[in-house]
Structure formats: structure tokens, C-alpha cells
């Protein structure tokens, strides 16, 4: 599969270390096409820390590293911040959860949102959106980029306007820390794909094949993933065989991946780089009549329904939203207060699986869980509680 590069975006280890004679989690191969009797263990799925290095090859810091003191805080309180938040898209669970976290500990901070905006996953939009920021000056603005190429130029004024910026995942390319950027917060995506990629290959028989729906942009974020699936079959599973298909219109995945299966039907079970598309796909398959094990990444209601129902996704690698935008938050005062903040900072992957699924949801959210996954789980009788 090519990756396409270009504004077109109009959208927007457990590794091989192995001791001798033990297999590394995820690595045994089904020898059963039941996915019913299949258990995952999310503990057992879950990496041994921070898989992932930044976008410029940073090794990761800790939120720990965030944290402020009291006198810090008061110090915050009395600059009388301001600042402004720019998305790439607000039509999902993780920016909601996002936007909150930086929203309750700016609040909790006394700093003054002065803008929100939502791109649309369009560049031209983002770009707009920047511009239109920067000239309500607020002290801070944090981002994630639609395209880290394409608006760079953007972000190079937000600089240039002597406005401090954070960023979400991954910075604009070309930007230099700490001159043109004071940090990025990040979730380990490598570790995420390792998740999806561990709990996907106990679906895949031996000599079977694994098939990736992916983003078919050169989009970091998404490649970190892709990257850690392709490299822990590679490392643990050699007799899998990958095909994979990609897509740039994120809201028309189905009948991709239903073409994709069409044509494969040596398939055994699909990775799709993320839920909305996943769920999609799900939609799809369902239509045609076919029944595959999937793995995604970021825990949204609607995949956590499907998996709660014994449905298409099996396991997903989780992101904690919300706890990333309070790290951002927090990174953005103490860049206000003339610290240096780490260039990246990283936070653990969450295997979540029909065994952990409610209580994760429950944390991940910071919400009690909807009725709607209940009742699946109470159908399905296979939650864990």
C-alpha cells in the first residue's frame, strides 16, 4: 500500500525479548477458528512501559514531570493566563475527553479559554482557525495538527507571535523545540499497535493472514501504529502472512474493507488503525454477511458496545484522553512560567478487553458506564465486572 502525502488530507515490548523457552504474550498461535473460545488477558497484552520515541526521536518523560507545586500553582493563578485550543476534529470521543482535561485543569488554574476551534480534519480550515487565534493573543495555544507539513507555516506564526504552543501527538515539521514549540504530550501509539497486534494474533492461525486497514496518509500518529503491528508480527509471528489496504476519506472505510475482505478471503481477522473507522467497517462487514475478529485502538461507546455484545472487535489499545488533556494543560503552565518543559512527553498504552472493558471504560472516561454497554455485556455474559 502507498501512502498518499499531500493537503489533499482533506480530512483531515513486549517485544521479541524473549527468554529461552518462553513465548512472548500474544505470540501463540489460535489453533481454533472459534473466536468464542478465545480469552484475552489484558494484562498479559499490556507493554512493559513506553515503546515509543517522539516524532524526532526524543526518548519520552513522564506526566510526573508536569506536576506543579503549590507556590507554582498560585503563580499561575496570579499571571491571569490566557490561551486557545485548536483541534483537528471535535466529532469524536477522544477530543471531547481531550478538550475536557484541558479545559477542568485551566479552569482549576484560573487561565481563560479565549477560543476553541474544531478543523474538520480540513487543512485549509486549521490554517484559518490558527490565524484567526493568534489575533485574539492568547498567552498559550495548544494543538493538534490535521497535516504536520501543510501547517507548519501556521504554526510558524503562532511563534512568531510570541505565543507559547503545545502540542497534541506530534509537532508541525520544520518547528524547532524549544524555540518554536515548548512540548508535545503524546500517547505511546507503538505501544498501542502492539496491543492490537498481540490480541489479533491470537485470532490468526498458523501460516494464517492478518489483514490492516490503515490510514493511507503519512500522518505519524497513525504510522507509530502501523509500524509496531507490522514489526511485532514481523518479530513474533513470522509464519503470519500481512496484506493490508488503506483509505484517506475517513468517513467512507466500509466498503473498503469490505471490498478488501471480498478480495482476500484468506483473511483472518483485520487491525483497523482506528475505532470510527473500525466501527465502519464493522457496519460493512455485517452487511455482507461476513463475521471477522478485529482489533483497533482508542476505546470510543460505540466499539466498546460491539465488544461488550461479543461482536467484531476483540480488544482495543487505548488512549486516556483525558488524562492527556490534563497533561497538556499542564505542560502549557509550566511553559508559561518560564520552564522548560521535556520536548516529549509520553503516556502508557491500555489494553482493554471484554474482561477489563467496564472498568476501563469507567476510568477512561471518568464517567459511570452507559446503560447501553451494560446490557450488551449482561446479554454477552462476557465482561469481566
Known amino acids: 500500500m502507498k501512502r498518499s502525502k499531500s493537503i489533499a488530507v482533506s480530512l483531515a515490548a513486549i517485544s521479541a525479548l524473549l527468554l529461552a523457552g518462553c513465548s512472548s504474550p500474544g505470540t501463540e498461535a489460535s489453533s481454533s477458528t472459534d473466536s468464542k473460545a478465545i480469552v484475552l488477558d489484558a494484562a498479559s497484552l499490556t507493554p512493559n512501559g513506553i515503546i515509543g520515541k517522539g516524532k524526532n526521536g526524543e526518548e519520552p518523560a513522564s506526566v510526573d514531570a508536569l506536576q506543579l507545586t503549590d507556590e507554582e500553582k498560585a503563580k499561575v493563578k496570579a499571571g491571569k493566563f490566557t490561551a486557545a485550543i485548536a483541534m483537528q476534529t471535535m466529532d469524536i470521543d477522544w477530543s471531547r475527553l481531550t478538550l475536557k482535561g484541558i479545559q477542568d485543569t485551566f479552569d482549576s488554574l484560573g487561565i481563560k479559554v479565549v477560543g476553541v476551534t474544531d478543523a474538520k480534519f480540513d487543512v485549509q480550515q486549521q ?6 487565534l493568534i489575533t485574539k493573543k492568547p498567552d498559550v495555544i ?15 506564526k503562532v511563534s512568531a507571535a510570541g505565543i507559547k504552543l503545545i502540542f497534541i501527538h506530534m509537532p508541525a515539521s520544520g518547528l524547532k523545540y524549544p524555540a518554536d514549540y515548548q512540548a508535545v504530550v503524546a500517547p505511546d501509539n507503538q505501544g498501542n499497535g502492539e496491543i492490537a497486534a498481540a490480541a489479533l494474533s491470537k485470532y490468526i492461525p498458523e501460516n494464517g493472514v492478518a489483514g490492516i486497514v490503515d490510514f493511507a496518509v503519512d500522518f505519524y500518529t497513525t504510522n507509530q501504529r502501523t509500524l509496531r503491528v507490522k514489526n511485532w508480527f514481523s518479530e513474533n509471528r513470522p509464519d503470519v502472512k500481512i496484506k493490508e489496504v488503506g483509505f484517506t476519506d475517513t468517513t467512507a472505510v466500509g466498503p473498503i474493507t469490505a471490498n478488501f475482505v471480498t478480495a482476500n478471503p484468506d483473511v483472518n481477522g483485520l487491525f483497523i488503525i482506528w475505532d470510527s473507522p473500525a466501527m465502519q467497517s464493522v457496519a460493512a462487514l455485517r452487511s455482507a454477511g461476513v463475521t471477522l475478529p478485529i482489533t483497533t485502538i482508542d476505546l470510543g461507546t460505540e466499539d466498546a458496545v460491539d465488544m461488550a455484545g461479543d461482536g467484531y472487535i476483540k480488544a482495543v489499545g487505548a488512549q486516556r484522553p483525558y488524562d492527556q488533556g490534563v497533561a497538556e494543560a499542564l505542560a502549557a503552565a509550566n511553559a508559561l512560567l518560564g520552564k522548560k518543559v521535556p520536548a516529549w512527553v509520553a503516556l502508557p498504552a491500555v489494553a482493554v478487553t471484554p474482561g477489563n472493558l467496564l472498568e476501563s471504560y469507567k476510568s477512561i472516561f471518568g464517567t459511570e458506564v452507559p446503560k447501553e454497554i451494560v446490557d450488551a455485556c449482561n446479554t454477552s455474559g462476557i465482561c469481566g465486572k
Open 127 to 132: 490554517i484559518a482557525d490558527l490565524e484567526n
Open 142 to 156: 495548544i494543538s493538534i495538527p490535521v497535516d504536520d507539513v501543510a501547517t507548519a507555516e501556521a504554526y510558524k
